[in-house]
């Protein structure tokens, strides 16, 4: 089996690639690869794409990449290729982002990626540091974690998704910021499970064992 971390120049893919070669070689899953090839993307039968910065700069970059969007969209929108977005990775999946500009994101997801609005103003944004889940609905690639579990979360925008059943799990920021996003062979996870501990790496584990 093979995992592709999609490499757009959005972001550090160091830390990911770690996380995911260490959990491929404990649960047998495979080869993991960092790559800006389409032609690999387009063959391997896990797709992770990460992202660092903002919205439209980070879309920008992906479709700047020759053939990458297209071999994305083809191995997880007809061939239900298993699929996991990571941070604004996961926040193009949406329907449209309002970081700076309105941005069509991939609309895979139906929700609007809108600036975190805390109730208390001693609620600082961006959302930096530890929060806990809260679990919405069970999925395989939450399997053995539990609402009360900590993820690391780094961002200043959120998805406010309108079909409900696609939220898998939200944390508490003064307001409820979406944590999990899915459908079919699709997540996203807003925080770092790179950077999540124990939370994270079974995410990681679960996703690269998943079977849809």
């Not at 690869?33 to 896990?46: F, P």
């Not at 239900?80 to 977005?85: H, K, L, N, Q, S």
């Not at 982002?97 to 941005?103: K, L, S, V």
Request: net charge negative; glycine share 8%; hydrophobic share 40%.
């Amino acid at each position: 089996m093979l995992t592709a971390l999609v490499d757009y120049d959005s972001g550090n893919l160091h830390s990911a690639q770690k996380a995911f070669e260490r959990m491929a070689r404990e649960t047998g899953s495979g080869e993991v690869v960092v790559t800006s090839d389409a032609a690999i993307v387009a063959r391997a039968d896990r797709i992770v794409l990460p992202g660092d910065g903002a919205f439209p700069a980070c879309k920008a970059h992906l479709f700047e990449v020759s053939g990458m969007f297209e071999a994305i969209e083809e191995s997880v929108t007809r061939r239900a290729v298993p699929f996991m977005g990571i941070c604004v990775g996961m926040q193009m999946m949406a329907r449209r982002g309002h970081e700076y500009r309105a941005t069509e994101g991939f609309g895979w997801i139906d929700a609007e990626v809108v600036k975190i609005a805390p109730t208390d103003p001693a609620l600082k944004v961006p959302h930096m540091g530890w929060n806990d889940l809260v679990l919405d609905h069970p999925h395989p690639v939450l399997s053995g974690v539990q609402s009360g579990d900590h993820a690391y979360f780094v961002h200043s925008y959120h998805m406010r998704v309108t079909t409900p059943v696609q939220r898998l799990a939200y944390c508490d920021y003064g307001e409820q910021i979406t944590a999990i996003v899915g459908r079919d062979t699709m997540v996203g996870c807003q925080f770092h499970p790179e950077k999540s501990q124990a939370a994270g790496l079974r995410i990681i584990a679960n996703f690269l064992n998943w079977a849809p």
